[in-house]
């Protein structure tokens, strides 16, 4: 198993989406500065960058913010931030993609030392050319050394109680780590940790690294957009937040508290348990919001902070 990250130091890791597609290449390579400028401030091992994908099947409900294509996040990742110094992670959504598309994808994320994270399709219903495990059989094949790691969501452990064999069998075919959902129930994220730990336990074998994903929320349309994701937001919290004189900041709050748990209860258990922190807003407030999210976790963790977020931040 590739030693990407350190079961004895679990990551911390920076999740942001690649500019517009329609971004002229100009404003593009103007992004892609102040970013890279940021990111290589932040104590981090990784930089995340996603791969996003029109998730309209999944729900009837309307989506709060339109779908937007977006540049390809391996083209972004290795070309346009090529001077960000941490490591790249990948997202990429293979339920359209041909074997061709993935070989070359799988290629480019080995030569350039990152790892690659697979998602499947958004539903059930939503077409499909390519399933995960045809993804991960023609990793195998191609390129068995790349670290690949996946996505657990704590959610659907909810409905179903069977998130935790997921995870393990993500694990069996590959997985070094596993990236959650943006987590706001901590109860969730919880059952799932319990029932992983004992699982592993029984069999004997150690739990995967896992990540959780903070997320801060600056609005109440974010709050609804989050909510149409599939994120569990407690009533009482979503009050909360949406009665606050500060959204931003309580949603803050309430992500470093619930994270701080999270780790206590993990570590309890011998779970190796990371952060990922997504930035995936264009207003300045919460970019700044992510990278002091970044900072306070990494001192929970123990880790030197880094620099504060400076005059860079405005735009992506």
């Known amino acids: 198993m590739s030693a990407f990250f350190s079961r004895s130091r679990p990551p911390i890791t920076y999740g942001i989406t690649?500019?517009?597609?329609?971004?002229?290449?100009?404003?593009?390579?103007?992004?892609?500065?102040?970013?890279?400028?940021?990111?290589?401030?932040?104590p981090i091992d990784a930089l995340v960058v996603y791969d996003l994908q029109d998730e309209a099947s999944r729900t009837d409900a309307v989506r709060p913010f339109p779908f937007v294509e977006c540049i390809d996040p391996a083209q972004y990742a290795f070309g346009d931030l090529s001077a960000v110094p941490q490591r790249k992670i990948v997202y990429r959504g293979v339920s359209q993609r041909s074997r061709e598309d993935m070989a070359a994808f799988f290629g480019r994320v080995q030569r350039e030392g990152g790892a690659a994270v697979l998602v499947g399709a958004p539903s059930r219903t939503a077409p499909v050319r390519m399933g995960l495990r045809e993804a991960y059989a023609i990793r195998q094949e191609l390129a068995p050394a790349l670290t690949l790691g996946g996505v657990t969501i704590a959610e659907r452990h909810e409905r179903s109680r069977d998130e935790h064999l997921r995870v393990l069998s993500k694990v069996d075919v590959g997985c070094s780590f596993l990236i959650s959902q943006a987590v706001y129930s901590v109860t969730a994220s919880k059952n799932l940790l319990s029932d992983l730990h004992y699982l592993c336990q029984d069999e004997g074998r150690e739990p995967p690294i896992?990540?959780?994903?903070?997320?801060?929320?600056?609005?109440?349309?974010?709050?609804?957009?989050?909510?149409?994701?599939?994120?569990?937001?407690?009533?009482?919290?979503?009050?909360?937040?949406?009665?606050?004189?500060?959204?931003l900041h309580t949603s803050v709050d309430v992500c470093l508290r619930a994270f701080e748990e999270l780790l206590e209860f993990a570590r309890e258990k011998g779970i190796p348990l990371g952060c990922n922190v997504e930035s995936?807003?264009?207003?300045?407030?919460?970019?700044?919001?992510?990278?002091?999210?970044?900072?306070?976790?990494?001192?929970?963790?123990?880790?030197?902070?880094?620099?504060?977020?400076?005059a860079d931040s405005a735009g992506q």
């Not at 903070?214 to 407690?234: E, V």
């Not at 807003?281 to 400076?310: F, N, Q, T, Y």
Request: contains cysteine.
């Open 210 to 247: 896992l990540l959780v994903t903070l997320s801060p929320c600056g609005s109440a349309k974010t709050l609804s957009f989050m909510r149409w994701l599939g994120i569990d937001i407690p009533y009482w919290l979503e009050n909360e937040l949406l009665h606050s004189r500060d959204i």
């Open 18 to 42: 690649p500019p517009k597609l329609s971004t002229s290449p100009e404003r593009r390579a103007e992004i892609a500065a102040v970013q890279t400028a940021r990111i290589s401030q932040l």
């Open 280 to 310: 995936v807003s264009l207003r300045r407030e919460e970019i700044d919001a992510s990278v002091e999210v970044v900072r306070r976790v990494a001192a929970m963790m123990g880790l030197p902070v880094g620099p504060g977020p400076g």
